[in-house]
């Protein structure tokens, strides 16, 4: 059943599923020989990550970054905080960084900066979901699974001020449930 807050569902959790088996197949022939590291930005990609990793199949670790640039609005701020570091040394690694969403790319630009000056042997970008008519900065997703329009969407991991991330599919939240905030 359909959250009273969605407009409508745009993606459903099979398609997703179905979109993330494919993403990690494509990973797993692409990353044999090499030293994947998987990192997770927190908290939107939770949900894409962990089916993401159910279909690669080649060895992996994986590891959490957590950036924020939203606070409670529907648009970037365009200030990326990192409230939570990768604990480990990244030399030899190579990293895909997983996100739920690139909308001006601003959060991943600052994440791949900050982290190609750690030495990795190299860095790849994953999102779930690919807004291009948002982008900012030119910035590329090396893997995508969906193209999505302009508005502002929840599920399957993404919020609005940290609620409908338990949503089973992708959706376009109500206006109403931010406008006039
Ligand atoms: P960017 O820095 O503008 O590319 O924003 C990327 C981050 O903004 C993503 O990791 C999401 O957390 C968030 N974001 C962008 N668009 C949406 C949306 O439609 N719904 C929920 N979160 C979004
Ligand atoms: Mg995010």
Redesign the pocket.
């Known amino acids: 059943m359909k959250n009273k807050d969605v407009e409508q569902v745009l993606f459903s959790e099979a398609k997703i599923r179905k979109s993330l088996k494919e993403a990690g197949e494509k990973i797993s022939s692409d990353y044999r020989d090499k030293n994947l590291l998987i990192v997770c ?1 927190l908290k ?2 939770v949900m894409a990550t962990a089916e993401l990793l159910k279909n690669i199949t080649v060895p992996c670790s994986i590891d959490f970054i957590q ?1 924020s ?2 606070g409670e609005k ?3 701020s365009g200030k ?1 905080v990192i409230k939570k570091d990768i604990g480990q040394d990244l030399s030899g690694c190579d990293l895909l960084i997983c ?10 630009s600052k994440l791949c900066d900050m982290l190609s000056r750690r030495n990795p042997r190299s860095i790849k970008i994953f999102t779930m ?1 690919d ?1 291009p008519e ?3 900065v030119d910035l590329k997703a090396d893997y995508f699974c969906f193209k ?1 329009p302009d ?4 599920g399957y991991g ?3 001020a940290e609620k409908y991330r338990n949503l089973p599919y992708i959706g376009i ?1 109500k206006k109403s449930v931010y406008e006039n905030k």
């Open positions: 930005v939107g990609a950036a640039s939203y529907t648009s970037s990326v996100e739920d969403i690139l909308d001006s790319g601003l959060t991943l979901l807004k948002g982008r900012k999505a508005a502002f969407l929840v993404l919020d609005y939240l």
